[in-house]
């Protein structure tokens, strides 16, 4: 039986981060994605963006 209330306690263990592993981004391709979030958005400095993380 699944516990619905702690399901991520085996969903990221040893194997997910594994699988994961080669999508690390290196700090020039971070600030590559996140210039073009903020260009495609036309975000200016005041402006606020949440970011719901889903998963890794």
Known sequence: MIDI???WDGY???IY???YREFD???E???A???F???SLELKPEDRILDLACGY
């Open 33 to 35: 994605e996140i210039n």
């Open 5 to 7: 209330e702690n399901w």
């Open 17 to 19: 981060y594994e699988l």
């Open 25 to 27: 981004l290196k700090p």
């Open 12 to 14: 990221f263990d040893e």
């Open 37 to 39: 979030i903020e260009k």
């Open 29 to 31: 391709k971070l600030e």
